[in-house]
């Protein structure tokens, strides 16, 4: 399947970082940019350009580089199930948003509800015509207009089961049927783990749509 992706035709370079296994990297593919992932954790299965780095170190170093950066820093801090536990994990957002800003570049910054994102959009998978509803967050340095959020009325799959007809499929911890959950997230290529790591990549396409809408404006209006 890697071998036979087509060609960036934007001539813009995104940079996606910790990119994982790459469900937003192809969002941005699918409209025409040319992917370059950062994560600290070897990706084999990342489908484009890939580094082995610090994610911040990285963008200090090179974020200059690119026409536009997406980070999706990890959630795990903002999750109520690590909040239930008690679990301590480190808040990246604001030096994140730091470096972001430094670099002068437009940015999106993606996490699950509950994160300190600043003015941040809401996503679904049922906006997509997806079998999940895997609501995120994202910050952007552009407009991007919110979407009409349908209302839910298909129920999620209990963990541990498999998927009934009529259910949506709730791709957490250790779910079942990974088959399934490739087609519903559209991530042929990924594991279990970059599954329930990921974002749908029709999330970061409509992102990429709403950026290249924004530059062809400004380039209009000057």
Not at 172 to 189: D, I, K, Q, T, Y
Request: a neutral charge; charged letters at 15%.
């Amino acid at each position: 399947m890697l071998h036979q992706l087509p060609r960036p035709t934007s001539g813009l370079r995104v940079l996606d970082l910790f990119c994982c296994q790459g469900g937003a990297g192809m969002g941005y593919h699918l409209a025409g940019f040319d992917v370059t992932g950062i994560d600290n954790a070897p990706q084999p299965r990342y489908p484009f350009t890939f580094h082995q780095a610090d994610a911040l170190a990285y963008l200090a170093d090179h974020g200059s580089e690119f026409d536009l950066i997406h980070a999706s820093p990890p959630c795990q801090r903002y999750t109520n199930a690590q909040k239930i536990r008690g679990n301590q994990h480190p808040d990246l957002v604001q030096p994140l948003r730091d470096l972001l800003t430094a670099t002068g570049k437009p940015y999106v910054i993606e996490n699950v509800p509950g994160a300190p994102l600043l003015a941040p959009v809401e996503l679904c998978g049922s906006m997509f015509g997806l079998r999940t509803y895997r609501h995120r967050l994202f910050e952007t340095s552009f407009p991007v207009p919110a979407l009409h959020h349908p209302r839910h009325l298909a129920p999620n799959a209990k963990m541990g089961r498999p998927v009934r007809d009529g259910e949506f499929m709730h791709i957490v911890g250790n779910f079942s049927n990974v088959p399934l959950a490739r087609e519903v997230m559209a991530m042929p290529w990924a594991t279990r783990d970059g599954l329930r790591e990921a974002i749908p990549p029709a999330y970061t396409a409509h992102i990429a749509a709403q950026y290249l809408a924004a530059t062809r404006t400004a380039v209009t209006a000057a």
